[in-house]
């Protein structure tokens, strides 16, 4: 089984705004970037997308670690998910679970693999994460330039 590592983050401008996302997959000596952004998203949804799109980018069941410097990616996956579904989606406030379909499909893909969650302190000077960050911020001012031509 290979060993995957995938560098997460997500932007925004604003939130709600432009967002962004970052990925940067490493196995072995290969190295793959993945970027994406949208007009109109919020934070929450771009860090969701970036761990799904890094999973996603994956072509064979895998040891996966997962590094993001969002503790709402984290323990939503490993903590409140299981929760949720118990209480048919809903938070531990009533209402119902926000983000829901980025949810199920990071679970869905997460379920494919072997999963190790880390949380990495933000803007620590962690290389990888930095370079994540930067081009998450890319995506989004790209994502904003695009929306203010359309």
Known sequence: MSEVEITTDGSCLGNPGPGGWAC???????????????ADTTNNRMEL???IEGLRALKRAS?????TDSEYV???ITEFLPRWKANGWRASTGKPVVNRDL????EELAGYHEVT???VRGHSGQPN???CDSLAVTAARSAKRDAARA
């Open 24 to 38: 940067i997959l490493r196995c072995g000596q290969h190295e793959r970037v993945l970027q994406g952004g949208v």
């Open 49 to 51: 997308i970036a761990a």
């Open 63 to 67: 040891q996966v670690t997962v590094l």
């Open 74 to 76: 984290r323990r939503g």
């Open 103 to 106: 949810w199920e499909e990071l």
């Open 117 to 119: 969650w880390i949380h």
């Open 129 to 131: 994460h930095e370079r």
